[in-house]
């Protein structure tokens, strides 16, 4: 069958049942869809239905349903947004936070991660407003880094089936390393702040991370490991991920901003990172079990 319905439940806590994969079929075949045997990748966590017919949006509550096509759904390059996505905190807020600021620098990046700004101009703003804060202070934020579940599974799975892993962020060099480490990405990279080696000058060094380069990265990263950009995975959260979210062969709006997820066919709203195995067609039983820092 042409088409594969995934539906994925939050493994926090699990709400996928048979009466919910009857309602999902039920949908399908409204549509005229022809639906093949239900397929379980883990109990009452995610399941997958084939089907021929109508590959439209899907909408279940509590549940993600995501369309995705049977063939070339395992990917070998996974290209992926840094905060709110792989790990739970906007990096410039935590800093701000020092400075008395985080309201203010956080309002202005709910703007940016909306689209309503542009995201250079913002960015420069932002930092700004960060002139004079202590270099030491960067590894104070980092002690607050809270990483999203799932993510150090999502990237030792892809990694052990042959999978290039790429950390790409419009946040800052300082996290995306640790990150990296601490998730054993492949790769990473990020906008770096400028400092005299004790304070910081307020400004980032040119040029900005934005959309057009994190979407040339997934270009990059796809050329060098001879990947059409059909192989890809990307997953993001905000406006400045929309590029290459819609550029990747599977990109996934990730717990993403509301001007995001309008705009991309796969959301993952309740599932956590692993929900990004489950659309390849992993079932738990595939996973390498990694250990969230």
Known sequence: MKNVLVLISSAAHPALNDGAIRNAVAVLQARGASVGTPRWLAPEIACELPFDGEAGPV???????????????RKQLLVADMEST???NEMLDELADFFGLRDRIAAITTRAMNGEIDFAGALTERVGLLKGLPVAKLDEAARRIRYMPGGATLVATMKRHGAHCALVSGGF?????????????DSHAANTLEHDGQILS????????GKEA????????A???????????AVGDGANDLPMLQAAGLGVAFRAKP??????????????LTALLYLQGYSRADFVEGTDP
């Open 86 to 88: 792989m790990i739970d």
């Open 59 to 73: 909408a279940m509550t509590a549940i993600d349903a995501v369309v995705v096509p049977t063939t070339g759904r």
């Open 214 to 221: 994190k979407l040339d990265a997934l270009q990059r990263l």
């Open 202 to 209: 307020g400004t980032v060094k040119a040029p900005i991370l």
């Open 259 to 272: 001007a995001v997820a309008a705009q991309v066919a796969a959301r993952v709203d309740h599932g956590d």
């Open 223 to 233: 050329r060098q490991h001879g990947l059409a950009l059909a192989d890809a995975m």
């Open 173 to 185: 060099t300082h996290f995306t390393d640790l990150v990296r480490h601490a998730l054993a990405f």
